[in-house]
T-cell receptor, first 115, second 117 residues
Framework: NAGVMQNPRHLVRRRGQEARLRCSPM?????VYWYRQLPEEGLKFMVY????????ESGMPKERFSAEFPKEGPSILRIQQVVRGDSAAYFC?????????????FGPGTRLLVL | AQSVAQPEDQVNVAEGNPLTVKCTYS??????LFWYVQYPNRGLQFLLK??????LVKGSYGFEAEFNKSQTSFHLKKPSALVSDSALYFC???????????????FGSGTQLTVLP
């Protein structure tokens, strides 16, 4: 059973470009979470999605950031017009839908560097 | 609001000695508590969790943690440390007092564990 998969593992963008980060959850998991880890800091929650629905986006910046989890395909975190402060590691996690089985399993992360 | 504190940025211990990594939490309801480990340039690996039941939880690689409701703590422990345990450890909490749709984890700032040979 493959774990959570993220790609790319490393992404370099120039200021003003767009970054698209992909996450494929573990098999059987229908809940996806995105977290951001700034250098020397812990993980900060960004967004929680189920298939075709955003459940909780309370941690998402109000501008330039968006996320989706379509019926088919991976979850996408999209950052428009990137700035240097967006440089961070972005982690995706997934969990099964059942209540009480809510351990979140993390992918290897995408390390975004904005030049 | 939920929060987690890991009071030690760095813990050093000699190989073979017991180790403790401290975590305290604050929630409005009952907590789900988790420990994760992160190796350099890697994702987080799940170690163990407390949801309900016995206060002493056993997890992967010989780690265990004790839930203490009165002290609102969930310290991570291992009886005999290995050099390979050296990594960054994160405590996380989910507050069951929040709405059912809120599944976000709140993480501590992490504790760097170094096991010296």
């Amino acid at each position: 059973n493959a774990g959570v998969m993220q790609n790319p593992r490393h992404l370099v963008r120039r200021r003003g470009q767009e970054a698209r980060l992909r996450c494929s959850p573990m098999k059987g998991h229908s809940h996806v979470y995105w977290y951001r880890q700034l250098p020397e800091e812990g993980l900060k929650f960004m967004v929680y999605l189920q298939k075709e629905n955003i459940i909780d986006e309370s941690g998402m910046p109000k501008e330039r950031f968006s996320a989706e989890f379509p019926k088919e395909g991976p979850s996408i975190l999209r950052i428009q017009q990137v700035v240097r402060g967006d440089s961070a590691a972005y982690f995706c996690a997934s969990s099964p839908p059942e209540l009480g089985q809510e351990t979140q399993y993390f992918g290897p992360g995408t390390r975004l560097l904005v030049l | 609001a939920q929060s987690v504190a890991q009071p030690e940025d760095q813990v050093n211990v000699a190989e073979g000695n017991p180790l403790t990594v401290k975590c305290t939490y604050s929630v409005s309801g009952n907590p789900y508590l988790f420990w994760y480990v992160q190796y350099p340039n890697r994702g987080l690996q799940f170690l163990l969790k407390y949801i309900t039941g016995d206060n002493l939880v056993k997890g992967s690689y010989g780690f265990e943690a004790e839930f203490n409701k009165s002290q609102t703590s969930f310290h991570l422990k291992k009886p005999s440390a290995l050099v390979s345990d050296s990594a960054l450890y994160f405590c996380a909490v989910r507050d069951l007092g929040t709405s059912g749709s809120a599944r976000q984890l709140t993480f501590g700032s992490g504790t760097q564990l170094t096991v010296l040979p």
